[in-house]
């Protein structure tokens, strides 16, 4: 007589078991974690805590224990001799000297999965819509490892952003990673709205980081709609915000965005801004003692920046892509500006928005010329890039003898490439302007830039 065989289902279960006990046996001949050695808090200049008798790496997490006060979670950013230096994610409140401080074993996490579609997080994860708890699949690491650049896909395909100017003067390539330089008051908000609405992305993550409170209220309530909303993530962390929470936000708009990515989707990461960003940075540095180099900033402000920067991008061959838009403030419209500088040469390409268009009620308020894509060459074909010089040469040129032909100066027939330039400047001005309302798709961007300069011609 045979044995009867075993069914599938009684295979897996005794798999799963021998899985289960091995785990087991793993753990227990694992030794047992280090204790914990708890500190107490020395001194509190500013934001920065100086806690003595613990040890704790650069990043990891402690807790500071006040008699009859709520527990205050900080992070170590640096250390000397014995001290700790501390940097509070929490208002600071109701510390009191000798408090306890705690190492914490974990190390910072950021939520990833579905369930954050349509909802808005802090710098700290936690949610700000009152939608109820967080329900994440997964959770990741804050700081995310950094792709090889040797097996990122290039960069080959358009994207239609919905901004007629942008998608034939500009053109994106999916995985790009471009600035949108600016002052204050010009329009970059609006702007970022309307990507947020006609981009072709699978989801979208907004970092709103250091801007005012009532801008984060308005871009969640007014400018995403519904459909935005649905396939949106947005992480805010205002200006009064501490200055961790703030750097937190940043990089937590970025693994949210990753972890999309990971699953192969195709993400438009939009951030503003990166400027809001090296303040913070700068704040945590000048706390703790580093000495200030370039107009204030320290040097770990431009070493931080690419390593944001760079985790944006497309992931491996047939993966994944974050397209990425930062918004760069350029104090007192200075494109000199240390950070709009270092911005300028890390990104793909930059957008400038200027005053004296937005002043005159041009929108979106383009320079042209000062603007330029890096990878348009790779994502455009030779009538698109043909045609799109030969709009920047007739714009150029009216610009260039536009006092002339004000004053009068200039007469008809001098020159035919200025006669061009002056025939086509009401066409040229009303192919940049968009309202904002009203989505321009890249292939109907396309054809009425290659209809426009061929009249012209």
């Known amino acids: 007589m045979t044995a009867p065989t075993d069914s599938p289902p009684r295979i897996a279960r005794r798999a799963h078991l021998a899985a289960r006990i091995q785990a087991w046996q793993q753990r227990a001949t694992q030794p047992p974690p280090p204790p914990l050695v ?79 579609l349509g909802r808005v997080l802090g710098g700290n994860g936690a949610p700000l819509d009152e939608l109820g708890p967080l329900r994440a699949e997964r959770w990741v690491p804050l700081a995310g490892e950094a792709i090889n650049p040797l097996r990122r896909a290039p960069i080959s395909q358009p994207l239609n952003v919905g901004i007629r100017a942008i998608n034939a003067l500009l053109s994106v390539g999916r995985g790009q990673r471009l600035g949108l330089f600016a002052g204050s008051g010009v329009g970059k908000s609006v702007l970022l709205g309307m990507m947020t609405r ?185 009538e698109h890039l043909q045609a799109m010089r030969r709009f920047r040469r007739l714009y150029s040129t009216y610009r260039q003898h536009r006092d002339l032909i004000a004053v009068g100066a200039y007469h008809t027939g001098a020159d035919p490439q200025v006669d061009a330039a002056v025939a086509a400047w009401p066409a040229l001005q009303a192919f940049l302007q968009q309202d904002v309302g009203e989505g321009a798709a890249f292939d109907e961007a396309r054809a009425e830039l290659l209809a426009l300069t061929a009249q012209a011609a």
């Not at 205050?72 to 994610?89: Q, T």
């Not at 801004?273 to 402000?301: D, F, H, N």
């Open 38 to 116: 708890a500190g107490r808090l020395q001194r509190v200049v500013g934001l920065t805590l100086e806690a003595v008798g613990c040890q704790a790496p650069v990043g990891g997490r402690c807790v500071v224990l006040s008699p009859g006060e709520p527990a205050l979670e900080a992070e170590v950013v640096g250390f000397g001799e014995d001290k700790l230096y501390l940097m509070p994610i929490s208002a600071l409140r109701g510390l009191t000297p000798a408090a306890r401080v705690l190492p914490l074993r974990h190390a910072s996490l950021a939520p990833a999965g579905p369930a954050l």
């Open 198 to 382: 006609y981009t072709e992305a699978d989801v979208t993550v907004v970092g709103l980081i250091g801007e005012r409170g009532r801008e984060v209220a308005e871009f969640v309530s007014g400018t995403l709609d519904a459909t935005a909303r649905r396939k949106a993530v947005v992480v805010a962390s205002p200006a009064d915000d501490p200055p961790l929470m703030r750097l937190h936000g940043a990089w937590l708009a970025t693994a949210i965005a990753e972890s999309f990515r990971d699953q192969g989707l195709n993400v438009l990461l939009l951030m503003d801004s990166l400027t809001r960003v090296a303040q913070a940075q700068r704040e945590i540095a000048l706390a703790i003692g580093e000495p200030p180099a370039t107009k204030g900033y320290p040097p770990s402000v431009f070493a931080r920046l690419p390593q944001l920067v760079e985790r944006a991008g497309n992931g491996p061959p047939g993966g994944g892509s974050i397209t990425a838009f930062y918004t760069v403030l350029a104090e007192g419209d200075d494109q000199n500006d240390p950070v709009v500088d270092a911005a300028r040469a890390i990104l793909d390409g930059h957008i400038v928005l200027s005053r004296e268009l937005a002043e005159s009620g041009h929108f979106p308020a383009i320079d042209v010329e000062a603007s330029v894509s890096r990878v348009m060459p790779a994502v455009a074909d030779a």
